[in-house]
């Protein structure tokens, strides 16, 4: 899979390049940011209902 970037800069600033690669995925990416966090809060819930359960079980 190839994907092309293109530079684009401000006619205004000339010093400010960006390119469309980051604008095109950025959605992209920040979906897949929260559902890899979501991911990591229940697991991180699943253990501590866990250790919770089990030290309730052993007392």
């Known amino acids: 899979m190839s994907s092309a970037t293109t530079p684009t800069r401000w006619s205004d600033r000339p010093d400010l390049v960006t390119t469309d ?34 030290r309730r079980a052993a007392g």
Do not use: E, Q
């Open 21 to 54: 690669l980051g604008l095109d995925r950025l959605w992209n990416r920040t979906i897949t940011l929260l559902v890899l966090m979501g991911a990591l809060a229940v697991c991180i819930y699943g253990a501590l209902h866990s250790v919770i359960r089990n």
